[in-house]
Every structure is written in structure tokens, then in C-alpha cells.
């Protein structure tokens, strides 16, 4: 089962063309891909706090983040002033009242693997914390900011503020496994779940989002092992993930003409992972192979 999630954590570098002077904290969202640590502290199997993850990471160390280093949270927000990592877990921070209030002015990653857009996704792998529920705690996070801050200053730092969102692989897989319904439906219900989620957002105060779309779902190992005839990708879910890639590609659009003040960009990891799987010499980053 963890395996599958490997392949969907070494994924990408997405760049993010939004100006890092502005930026005052950075809020992350969604599941595996951009999650590290928030499920060591659920009752969830889908958790990656134990070796061989981590085993690039320094000293070695499983963090949760399920990939062998660090992941795509880490690599976006280091592109973006003095980030090293990703802010810390929320379920960490309310675990360590005395640095609270400081460290939640940096950001708060509230990402849960195995969770997804609609509240139901994941639920196989025991306690996920879904979009839903993230933004929840962000409402949370948000009133601490305001009591540390003036109301003033604290609008002022969620608007300024970047809002990484990666989410839609679990809510594909899940659907996949079982659909009861056409998957014109589903993505035409996932959309309008996951324009909630963001209108949820817009209306607390946040303006500048940076939106990771769904890998090649059909290439993860775990789908690729079921194929015994040649170990390829399903063609099948790499569509259901194109067809949702473009239909977050049309929401994005939609949101940023309806609502005043949205600044997104839209990361194609689909396009950067099949790159990579088709050019593996081109992509590579050791001297070695
Ligand atoms: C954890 O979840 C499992 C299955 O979902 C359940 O059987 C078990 O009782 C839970 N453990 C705790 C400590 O809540
Ligand atoms: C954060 O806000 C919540 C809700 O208002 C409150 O229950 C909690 O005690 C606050 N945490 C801190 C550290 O102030
Ligand atoms: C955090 O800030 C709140 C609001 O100013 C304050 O009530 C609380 O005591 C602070 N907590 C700590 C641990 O400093
Ligand atoms: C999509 O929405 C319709 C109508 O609300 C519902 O009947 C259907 O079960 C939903 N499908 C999924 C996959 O959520
Ligand atoms: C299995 O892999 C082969 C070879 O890569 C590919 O042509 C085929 O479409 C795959 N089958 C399924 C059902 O995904
Ligand atoms: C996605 O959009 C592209 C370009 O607009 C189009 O060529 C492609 O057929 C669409 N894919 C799916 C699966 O809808």
C-alpha cells in the first residue's frame, strides 16, 4: 500500500511565479504529495514516519514526509525567500504551546495523506484529515494569528500570505476502485467540491494560491504491479487525470475572473512526471546514472 504513494512524492518542481518579496507566510494543503508529518499523529495507515522514507533526508530521519527527502511542499517554498522546509504540521504545533505563537506567522502545513476534495475520500486508510476539515483548522490558526497580531496586521498577513494546494489523487483512486457514477459526474462534482473549498478560503481571507494538479495516477507502482502484461501505465486514470487536470485548469480560470484580488499559478505535474518517465536521461540529476 505505502509504495504507492512513493512515486507520487518524488514528483516535481513546480515553479511558482508569484513574488516572494510580498510574501509573509505560507499555508499548505492537500494530501501525500505536500503532507510532512500530519498523519504521525493520527490513527491513519497511511503514514511514511518509519525507514526507508527519509533515508535522503538530513540525518536520515522519516519525517512522515513520504518521499525519500524532502517533497514538493519543500521544494516549492524553498524557491521562495528563507524557506528551508515546509512550515511545520498543525497537529505538531498544538503539541508545542510555548513556540505557538511565533511559528504559526511562518505558515502551517495542514496536509494529510490519503485525504482528499470530498470528505469521504481516504477513509480506508482509518483517520485522514479531509480539505474540509484543513481548512477548518486553518480557521483556527487564522483567530491565533489575530489574537498575536492586531486584526489589521493579521488580515493583512493572510492576503499577503501563499496558499499551496495539492489534492485530487486520493478522490481519483477512490472513485476508480468503485464508481458509481459516470466520470463526466464525478468530475463535474469534484470541481464544484473543490471550487467550495476554495471560495472557503477566499472568504477568510486568502488571495494568492498556488494549485498542484493531479499526477499520472495510472503510473504509480502500486497501479503499475497489478499490469502483468508488461508493467505499464493505465491509460485509463492517466485520463480520469488529464480530464481533471483541465477541469482545474477551467476552475482556476473561473475563480480568478469571479472573485476579485486571486493571483494563482497551476503546476502540470502531470506533464513534468510524464516528461520524466519518458526522458529519464534528460531529467537526471546524478552524475552517476
Ligand atoms: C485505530 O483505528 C483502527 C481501525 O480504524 C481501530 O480498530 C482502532 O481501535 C483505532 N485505535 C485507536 C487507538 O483509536
Ligand atoms: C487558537 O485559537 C483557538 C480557537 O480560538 C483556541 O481554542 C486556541 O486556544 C488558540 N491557541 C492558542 C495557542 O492561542
Ligand atoms: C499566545 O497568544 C495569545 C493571544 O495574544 C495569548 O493569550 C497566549 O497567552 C499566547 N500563548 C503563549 C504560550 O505565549
Ligand atoms: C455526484 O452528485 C450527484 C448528485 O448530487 C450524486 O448523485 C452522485 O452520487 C455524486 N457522485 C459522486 C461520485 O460524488
Ligand atoms: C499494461 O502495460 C502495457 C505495457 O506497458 C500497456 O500497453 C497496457 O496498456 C497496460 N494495461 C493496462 C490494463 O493498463
Ligand atoms: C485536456 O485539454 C487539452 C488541451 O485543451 C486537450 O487536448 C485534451 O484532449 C483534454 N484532455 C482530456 C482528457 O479532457
Redo the contacts with the bound molecule.
Sequence with gaps: MASRWVLLLSLAIVSVNLAEADLEAIFVFGDSIVDVGTNNDLNSSAKANYPYYGIDYPYSQSTGRFSNGYNTADMIVKQLGDYQKSPPPFLSLTKR?ST??TTVLRGVNFASAGSGIFHETGQKFGEVIPLGLQIQQFT?VQ??IT?VLSPDKAQRLISNSLYIISVGSNDLFDYQEKPTVPPETLLINLTEAYCNHLKDLYNLGARKFAVIGVPPIGCVPAVRAHNTSGGGCQEEMNELARAFYNATENLLLEFSIAFNGVKYSLGNSYAITMNIIHNPRANRRHPFF
Design positions: 504551546m505557538f505563537n483556527t483567530a491565533n489574537a
